[in-house]
């Protein structure tokens, strides 16, 4: 699985070659919510260590 670094990374390389102004919004989209779904996995990672130790 990729992490948020990674495909963070992966997006900003593409957009280094990218001049279109369409795409490289789309791409800001892009890694905004990888932020926030990676926010969230670690929020359920959290929660079910949290229940293996109760």
Do not use: P
Request: with cysteine; charged share 30%.
């Amino acid at each position: 699985m990729i992490d948020r670094t990674e495909a963070m990374s992966q997006l900003w390389e593409y957009s280094r070659g990218n001049t279109d102004n369409q795409n490289l919004g789309f791409i800001d989209l892009c890694l905004d919510y990888i932020v926030i779904l990676q926010d969230c996995i670690d929020e359920l990672e959290l929660r079910a260590k949290m229940k293996e130790t109760t």
